[in-house]
């Protein structure tokens, strides 16, 4: 529990401290081959001046809600596998690789449809119809009311659209973090021990 805890409010932390950075590679992704925003400066002040400060924080709400759950559930889940998986023996210690590929796969699937809600948030607004070739459907206001709009015209199955994609993405990154994590730590605790025997 104190995994799921430390590791949920360190997601919401960081997920708000660096929203507006999410919330403009968002915005950039989605422009396609039209421009809006000619640069970053350029984005920044337009989305200032026509939307305010809230205007950066669009979609945040779902962000935090999706942010807790899957920091938690990662952790949760890697502290869970990762002594069983160490235990066998797989090729470069990639027991804690594997934990995190599983932790990820696991954690993002739960919580994808929040993901998906708050990428559509985050383009709804006055650049809207600018976005994505004019494509981008209006919602309504509020995290619950878009996941309704969303199953409401695309099904169930429209809260995991791109569901394969973030995986293969997610995966990867996550077993090399946890890789690299647990090599790091080993060898600052073995560092750590020398500097109190010398």
Same mark, same amino acid.
């Given at each position: 529990?104190?995994?799921?805890? *430390?590791?949920?409010?360190?997601?919401? /932390?960081?997920?708000? *401290?660096?929203?507006?950075?999410?919330?403009?590679?968002?915005?950039?992704? !989605?422009?396609?081959? &039209?421009?809006?925003?000619? &640069?970053?400066? #350029? #984005?920044?002040?337009?989305? $200032?001046?026509?939307?305010?400060?809230?205007?950066?924080?669009?979609?945040?709400? !779902?962000? /935090?809600?999706?942010? @807790?759950?899957?920091?938690?559930?990662?952790? #949760?889940? $890697?502290?869970?596998?990762?002594?069983?998986?160490?235990?066998?023996?797989?090729?470069?210690?990639?027991?804690?690789?594997?934990?995190?590929?599983?932790? #990820?796969?696991?954690?993002?699937?739960? +919580?994808?449809?929040?993901?998906? %809600?708050?990428?559509? %948030?985050?383009?709804?607004?006055?650049?809207?119809?600018?976005? !994505?070739?004019?494509? %981008?459907?209006?919602?309504?206001?509020? +995290?619950?009311?878009?996941?309704?709009? %969303? @199953?409401?015209?695309?099904?169930?199955?429209?809260?995991?659209?791109?569901?394969? /994609?973030?995986?293969?993405? =997610? =995966?990867? =990154? &996550? *077993? /090399?973090?946890?890789?690299? $994590?647990?090599? +790091?730590?080993?060898?600052?605790?073995?560092?750590?021990?020398?500097?109190?025997?010398?």
């Amino acid at each position: 529990m104190t995994t799921f805890l *430390a590791g949920a409010f360190a997601g919401a /932390v960081a997920t708000s *401290a660096t929203y507006p950075l999410d919330l403009l590679r968002t915005r950039f992704a !989605a422009q396609g081959t &039209s421009r809006i925003y000619a &640069s970053l400066l #350029s #984005s920044v002040r337009s989305i $200032y001046v026509t939307e305010g400060v809230p205007g950066f924080f669009r979609g945040l709400g !779902a962000g /935090v809600a999706q942010i @807790v759950p899957y920091m938690g559930l990662f952790f #949760s889940t $890697y502290e869970t596998l990762r002594p069983l998986l160490v235990e066998l023996d797989l090729p470069f210690g990639s027991g804690d690789a594997t934990a995190g590929v599983l932790a #990820s796969v696991a954690a993002k699937t739960g +919580v994808f449809p929040l993901d998906l %809600i708050r990428k559509r %948030i985050q383009v709804q607004g006055p650049p809207r119809e600018c976005l !994505a070739g004019g494509l %981008i459907p209006l919602y309504g206001k509020g +995290v619950l009311r878009v996941g309704k709009e %969303i @199953v409401g015209k695309e099904g169930w199955r429209g809260l995991y659209r791109g569901l394969a /994609v973030g995986l293969i993405k =997610a =995966a990867p =990154a &996550s *077993a /090399v973090t946890m890789w690299t $994590y647990e090599r +790091v730590l080993k060898d600052l605790k073995h560092w750590s021990s020398g500097d109190e025997n010398t």
